[in-house]
């Protein structure tokens, strides 16, 4: 699934942003960070409440992931700072 996710973003096949959304939701870690970045540089502004979801993810590489992700999609600093604090 990494892997995958990787090949639409080289290919820029934006018209698997859905199917991608859902692997934020993965089991495996590499799948969650390849789905965030992917999502990011197709500036899919709809997928920015479930990466701020990912912020309070176990996995601190998912959470440097998904802070990138969000400021690259225009997201405040003020904006991501409530959103790891839960407000």
């Known amino acids: 699934r990494a892997n ?8 820029n096949a934006k018209e698997y942003t859905s199917e991608i959304r ?11 960070e390849g789905a965030i970045s992917t999502l990011a540089r197709f500036d899919d502004k709809e997928s920015i409440s479930k990466i701020k979801e990912l912020l309070k993810d176990k996995e601190e590489t998912v959470r440097f992931n998904a802070e990138e992700a969000l400021k690259k999609l225009g997201v405040s600093e003020a904006e991501i700072n409530k959103a790891k604090e839960g407000k």
Request: net charge positive; charged share 40%; no cysteine.
């Open 22 to 32: 859902k692997l934020l939701n993965d089991d495996n870690k590499y799948v969650r």
């Open 4 to 11: 995958t996710v990787r090949t639409l973003d080289r290919l």
